[in-house]
């Protein structure tokens, strides 16, 4: 039975247990399994009776009280819910460090870290997006934008940097003091760096000055809430000043931002082994901290079981008797010197006018407008996403510095960067939307599209592979804007002109090579005629007006009928005739013929199988053209006789 229970703690077996321990009597084993029954449960106060229970026979190892710790973990996310405070802070910082951005590297997905943030190792992926990176692919460079942006808001950040890399630099010499003093100069530059404060919680701790490092560790958390190191930190100090019971209830809040933070569970954990002593005071402690948690516990859910296990322990919770968190002002800090002023104008990103930014800041080395879906080059440049996409069809190389973009090509990701784009929508709202509102009135001006090729037909596919800068273009264009059409027409008078009967391609799919070429899938869609021609970006568009088969008089239909199955059959005799290379080549290139569909004299283009013959037949391009602008379905079928037969009296 115990085994059983055992294989699947989270079916809440407390009962198989309890009815042990009631027949068998007291028990280590038992109650140790009890007790993470419980948790597992949620049931932290009967949870923490049981392990107190059992560990007055023997202590508890440290791999049973994990459940516990995990259970406290779970109501704690439960019970907390964090501040929705905007997210405008974090525009100027780094999505690891949390700090302000020192050398930003932006990554494939889009998301920029401090370069010394990004880990070393070779696949990594984001912490934000969860995408996979390549470090050894990752040019490392530097986001001019983005540091021109913070050398212009934070003037006195290069300083600042300098100061805690020397700082580093000593801390990992294990020259503490001299750590500490450059610290300490940086902060009085930087006063409100949470980063720099928890450094200096660190540094204390080294050097065994532990209300100190308590004090930053207060300073961090008042500087940036959402940050789980200066709550780690802030534990460590108390656990040296021997305030356990201040130490979990931290400790929760530390688990509650990163419940994966394993270094603060194994904290915890020692913590709880520790204080499971029978009568102890910090036991009393202990509950009090735990308090608001046992008010999920149902008292009629085995109440009557854990009072009597527990018994030698006594069950009367008392009041918080732990004392409330040291509030320290960040005023206060002996090693600053002065007072941290909260609305300093190096430290708050969120006011609108602090740092008085323009539309020149972001403005496109490329076509010199403000930046629309601002893309970070792996050189460090910022440009237009189509503006960039545009110079990358004529050549792969930066427009700027010439660097090779082959790698970065071959990725088709072109993420915007989210940093620039957050910080361009919070300070200058109003030119973000004037762009986009100018690049929609240039894209969708009335007209299609068209494509200088070969000629299309209705619900045939067409695969397409694509090379010319300006169909390249045309055809991300086509996907960006989610038309995913364009019209095809074959090119007149040496290419200098297009035919003005066309028909409208469907993009089923697109494959990019690593040199920028495409091979794009279709399929045939609407037949129309040309009205009028126009150019865009290179390519030619036009104002088409579709076109349809003309309707048959329900008197005309049976014979119509008649006339559609005869050629079908005679179409089907001749392709099922074709052996060897000829019959390849028509499966290779437009598929097996297509099956006889149901007759439908409403049908705007026909049966699937007369463009297919159409398609499949050596016919002159002109030719091809005139059946495809054939209204008539009587007409096209005549015509489609007449080639068979003409084909099957010159096989014979």
């Not at 997905?109 to 470090?135: A, S, V, W």
């Not at 169909?471 to 003005?500: H, V, W």
Request: charged share 25%; with cysteine; net charge neutral.
């Amino acid at each position: 039975m115990v085994d059983l229970a055992q294989q699947d703690l989270t079916t809440n077996n407390c009962d198989v247990y309890e009815r042990i321990l009631r027949e068998d009597g007291p028990n280590r084993e038992i109650l140790v399994q009890l007790a993470i029954s419980y948790a597992c449960g949620g049931k932290i106060k009967l949870a923490f009776e049981a392990y107190v229970s059992a560990n007055a026979y023997k202590s508890v190892n440290l791999s049973d009280i994990q459940h516990l710790v995990k259970a406290l973990i779970r109501c704690v996310k439960d019970k907390k819910k964090r501040d929705s405070r905007p997210d405008t802070y974090d525009l100027f910082r780094c999505g690891q460090c949390l700090s302000l951005y020192e050398n930003p590297v932006t990554v494939a997905c889009g998301h920029t870290y401090c370069k010394n943030c990004l880990p070393k190792d070779e696949l990594q992926k984001c912490i934000k997006c969860n995408r996979p990176f390549n470090m050894q692919k990752l040019s490392m460079s530097t986001n001019i934008l983005l540091s021109s942006l913070i050398k212009k808001c934070f003037p006195g950040s290069a300083e600042i940097v300098k100061l805690k890399e020397n700082a580093h630099g000593y801390f990992t010499a294990k020259e503490y003091k001299k750590a500490l003093d450059t610290y300490i100069c940086a902060r009085k530059e930087a006063p409100n760096d949470y980063w720099i404060a928890s450094n200096l919680s660190i540094i204390n701790m080294k050097l065994g000055h532990f209300n100190k490092a308590l004090e930053h560790a207060d300073t961090t958390i008042k500087l940036c809430p959402d940050c789980s190191n200066g709550y780690y930190r802030k534990a460590l100090a108390l656990v040296e000043l021997a305030r356990l019971e201040e130490a979990v209830k931290v400790l929760l809040d530390c688990l509650t931002l990163t419940p994966e933070k394993k270094v603060a569970m194994d904290l915890l954990a020692e913590i709880l082994l520790k204080m499971l002593v029978p009568l102890h005071d910090q036991q009393r402690g202990l509950k009090s901290v735990l308090l608001p948690y046992f008010g999920d516990v149902r008292e009629s859910d085995g109440g009557n079981t854990c009072e009597t296990l527990t018994e030698s322990c006594g069950n009367k919770l008392l009041d918080d008797q732990g004392a409330s968190e040291k509030k320290t002002d960040v005023s206060d800090l002996e090693e600053t010197g002065e007072k941290s002023n909260h609305s300093s104008s190096s430290s708050d990103p969120s006011d609108d006018n602090q740092f008085h930014l323009t539309k020149e800041d972001f403005e496109c080395a490329i076509c010199m407008r403000f930046l629309l879906e601002p893309v970070t080059t792996p050189c460090g440049h910022t440009y237009c996403r189509e503006c960039l996409n545009r110079c990358l069809d004529h050549q792969n190389v930066c427009p700027l510095c010439k660097q090779s973009l082959v790698e970065y090509l071959a990725d088709h990701c072109h993420a915007i960067t989210h940093a620039t784009n957050s910080i361009m929508k919070f300070y200058l709202p109003k030119e973000c939307l004037k762009s986009e509102q100018q690049y929609e009135t240039e894209q969708l001006n009335g007209q299609i599209p068209i494509f200088e090729s070969t000629v299309a037909y209705p619900q045939i596919r067409c695969p397409l592979h694509v090379f010319e800068p300006r169909y390249k273009l045309m055809i991300r264009q086509c996907m960006e804007l989610g038309t995913r059409q364009f019209g095809m027409c074959i090119p007149i008078k040496n290419g200098q002109d297009f035919a003005s009967i066309g028909c409208m391609l469907k993009i089923l799919d697109v494959h990019y090579f690593t040199d920028g070429r495409a091979l794009v899938e279709t399929v045939g869609g609407r037949r129309f005629k040309v009205l009028e021609k126009g150019n865009k970006d290179g390519y030619s568009t036009a104002k088409v007006e579709f076109i349809a088969d003309t309707t048959v008089h329900q008197d005309g239909v049976p014979a119509l009928k008649k006339m559609n199955e005869e050629t079908y059959t005679a179409v089907k005799n001749w392709y099922e005739k074709l052996v060897g290379p000829p019959r390849d080549r028509i499966d290779q290139h437009a598929g097996p013929m297509p099956p006889l569909e149901d007759f439908d004299c409403n049908s705007v283009d026909g049966q699937t199988w007369s463009w297919w013959f159409i398609r499949v037949m050596p016919i002159e391009p002109r030719a091809q053209q005139t059946l495809l602008g054939m209204t008539s379905l009587s007409n096209r079928l005549n015509a489609i006789k007449r080639i068979i037969n003409y084909t099957c009296k010159k096989a014979t």
